[in-house]
């Protein structure tokens, strides 16, 4: 079997970009499946930092980078991170391949993706206002333009002219920004200009994915976000409005499940989240505020600070079910390294006093953590490089986490670096 998933498994910002990077030195190729630039991917190599939004990080290892069909994107966002990784020394040309089936964002999605949430208040998503949402509901409503669709300049006008008529209706009516009505000539004409310069990238990725799995390639596929912004199976409506579970790497990427041998689920040591919604291990207090400072706990997409927590083993052995995850890459166990002692949820309290430690369907709001508590290690593992070097307390940690979620640990990443990493069995990736 041919393919590795690499999904987060709490609400994003695992440190995915990392893992996703350290793995593709094994992998012929790295293929994202979801999302858009509403991601951020952070990659630290030498005294160089990468923050890639929608081109799958194996690209900064010169390794044939994928954009699957179940990526939505925004085309001039995908042309200027081609033109700063160029800038940075990276050439994407003949490594970068986009799918003809991916939906792109338009302009009108971002625009009422923010329009939507300034009108909610209080009760906003907390989006990343990339028109992520807008661009998968005209997906799915059979409104949506693929990349490929920009290939046929009058089609693509005609279609333009049904769609964007729709679009001023909504801004006019809905929305009172009859100022932002957009024109489809002047779309047309933009949109034309910025296929020219993608257009020798854009390819039948299916196609391609399956011609190396049949050659017996190693592909990797880089999910975006995390389980619990799942659009099924997240904390919904505060959710991400695509599939970000392993499953969709099938049905994203091209591929049949049967190629799938590794789920390799990223865990963050700690909980976070960015945007509104349940979070039942919320530290809203001094202790949350050190866990944001020291793990310097800031969205790499849209900069706004995460709210951070102890780590919850409720979401984490759920999200190994859901994604059928083999093993697990630790991060940011570093970020402990001065905390007296450490807590970890396992299991909710609900209202009526019954308890869970399965992740429930309602009354995440109200759910009050059980936690156990664990001695801190008080000892310093940023970048260590070796399991015999870890503290005997930081392990127990460790071994506490993988009982409770029911998923061995693979990777345990002590820093942002490259180098910062304990790989417990290199060769067990793709093996299967
Ligand atoms: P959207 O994906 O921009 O529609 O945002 C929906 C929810 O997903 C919001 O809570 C965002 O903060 C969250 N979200 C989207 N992308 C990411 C990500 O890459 N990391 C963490 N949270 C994300």
Not at 4 to 14: F, S
Not at 151 to 178: G, T, V
Not at 290 to 307: C, I
């Amino acid at each position: 079997m041919t393919a590795l998933v690499v999904v987060g498994t709490q609400w994003g910002d695992e440190g995915k970009g990392k893992i996703v990077d350290l793995l593709t030195e094994q992998a012929d190729a790295v293929v994202r499946y979801q999302g858009g630039n509403n991601a951020g991917h952070t990659v630290m190599f030498g005294d160089q930092t990468h923050i890639l939004h929608l081109i799958p990080s194996g690209i900064l290892r010169d390794t044939m980078s994928i954009l699957g069909n179940g990526v939505v994107i925004d085309l001039p966002e995908l042309l200027k991170e081609i033109e700063e990784l160029r800038e940075n020394g990276v050439e994407v040309k003949g490594t970068l391949h986009v799918s003809a089936r991916s939906h792109l964002v338009m302009p009108w999605h971002r625009l009422i993706d923010q329009l939507r949430e300034a009108g909610k208040g209080e009760k906003k998503i907390g989006t990343t206002g990339r028109g992520i949402g807008p661009a998968y509901e005209d997906k799915v409503g059979r409104r949506g333009i693929r990349m490929g669709d920009l290939r046929h300049p009058k089609q693509f006008l005609d279609r333009l002219e049904e769609i964007i008529a729709e679009k001023n209706a909504m801004l006019n009516h809905l929305y009172d920004a009859s100022d932002q009505c957009f024109d489809p000539a002047s779309i047309h004409r933009e949109y034309l200009e910025y296929f020219e310069r993608i257009e020798s990238y854009v390819t039948e990725t299916p196609t391609l994915v399956n011609s190396l799995v049949e050659k017996g390639r190693r592909l990797l596929f880089e999910g975006a976000q995390g389980t619990f912004l799942d659009i099924d199976h997240g904390t919904y409506p505060f959710v991400t409005s695509s599939n970000t579970v392993s499953g969709n790497a099938c049905a994203g990427g091209g591929i049949g499940p049967r190629h799938i041998s590794d789920v390799v689920g990223i865990v963050k040591a700690y909980t976070t989240r960015v945007g509104s919604g349940p979070f039942p291990t919320e530290l809203l207090d001094q202790t949350g505020d050190s866990l944001r400072s020291v793990g310097q706990e800031f969205g790499a997409t849209t900069g706004r600070p995460r709210r951070c927590g102890w780590f919850d083993a409720v979401l984490v052995r759920y999200a190994v079910r859901l994604n059928g995850i083999t093993s697990l890459a630790l991060t940011k166990l570093d970020i402990l390294d001065e905390f007296e002692t450490l807590k970890l949820c396992v299991g909710y309290r609900m209202t009526d006093g019954s308890t869970h430690t399965d992740f429930p369907f309602e009354g995440h709001e109200d759910v009050e953590p059980i936690y156990e508590e664990l001695p801190g290690w008080k000892t310093k593992t940023a970048g260590l490089t070796k399991y015999n070097d870890l503290p005997m307390r930081l392990l127990d940690y460790l071994k506490r986490i993988e009982e409770l979620v029911g998923a061995p640990a693979s990777i345990i990443s002590t820093g942002p670096k490259r180098e910062d990493t304990i790989v417990l069995n290199p060769d067990q990736f793709w093996k299967s």
